[in-house]
């Protein structure tokens, strides 16, 4: 089988080193790609830690996937050696489900096959991700990356672009609407621009004064600290949208009061218990929406891309030279970066072990 130069972890607490992993043959629906960049996702540090007690190792993380087609299986015919083309979060799923056969095949029924640490549906082999120099998926899970788009700064889009703009599109954020963006991370800098972009008035809810300028420079028109109950307060009732980035525990009771009534409170960062317990009074009493939402289905992520590209939409992005990937895990734990890194796969050259 073709192997592949890449970067694993192979145990929770070895960290991520260099590592010969092998590729399989090129089916006849496949696509082969070069892997030019890929993005830095907190979902990464998650597996290769073990934080979630599901990783197999070795794991090789990264799912925001950019490079050049270099060969498509005979059945191709939607891409061709020379494309630039992106892979995202998913690189399979039934495909005869209901949510599949909408497009929505992160909602797959049998589970989609993510694109690292999942099973191959056909030769039950464990998935490696983009922290390598090389990749083939099924084409119907890549993307084409259009032309006025950096290819590196795209790389965020097919994770943290598209995480946040399907709930805004699928609720139907419009201009009129106000739209409250919790956090400041990887996500939220998106879901700033994407509420912006759809005509929303946007604002801001940050923990620290320090980001204020930082929120406005991304387009917010208004920033609450959230830890002052006075500036809380007078916000209460205002909100049609809450689109929620925290990833980890946090009191939603506070958020919930700043919606008007039919107002939605949508998770996009949360996977563990609510804690504390939410006061479900509020949302009877208005009518109110806790929501969630993930990731969004191919057909979307197609669009999430063409839209940044009319929109002159990028993820801001560091650039990373991969031999210091430990690093920067270490980084983006402490919320150091602005907003995403992104390996170089150029620096891999030369790192196989």
Known sequence: MPTANAYAAQSEASGLAPLTIERRELRGDDVAIEIDYCGVCHTDI????????????????????????????????????GDTVGVGCMVDSCRHCEPCQQGLEQYCLEGPVVTYNGIDRHDGTVTYGGYSDSVVVNEHFVVRIPEQLDPAAAAPLLCAGITTYSPLRHYGVKPGHKVG??????????????????????????????????????????????TDEEQMQAAAGQFD?????VPVQHDLNPYIGLLRYDGTHILVGLLEPVEPPLQAGP????????????????????????????????????????????EAYERVKKGDVKYRFVIDMATLKGTAS
Not at 51 to 72: C, K, L, S
Not at 241 to 245: K, Q
């Open 283 to 326: 949302l009877v009493m208005g009518r109110k929406v806790l929501a969630g939402s993930l990731i969004g289905g191919m057909p979307e992520t197609q669009e999430v891309l063409d839209f940044c590209a009319d929109n002159d939409i990028a993820c801001d992005v560091e650039m990373l030279d991969i031999r210091k990937l430990n």
């Open 46 to 81: 998650h597996f290769a830690q073990n934080d979630w007690g599901m990783t197999m190792y070795p794991v090789v993380p990264g799912h925001e996937i950019i490079g050049r087609v270099t060969a498509v299986g005979e059945h191709v015919s939607a891409f061709q050696p």
């Open 241 to 245: 949208f809450m689109l929620d980035t």
């Open 181 to 226: 963006v919790i956090g400041m991370g990887g996500l939220g800098h998106m879901g700033i621009k994407f509420a912006r972009a759809l005509g929303a008035e946007v604002t801001v809810f940050t923990r620290s004064p320090d980001k204020v300028s930082e929120a406005e420079a991304q387009g917010a028109h208004q920033v609450i600290i959230s």
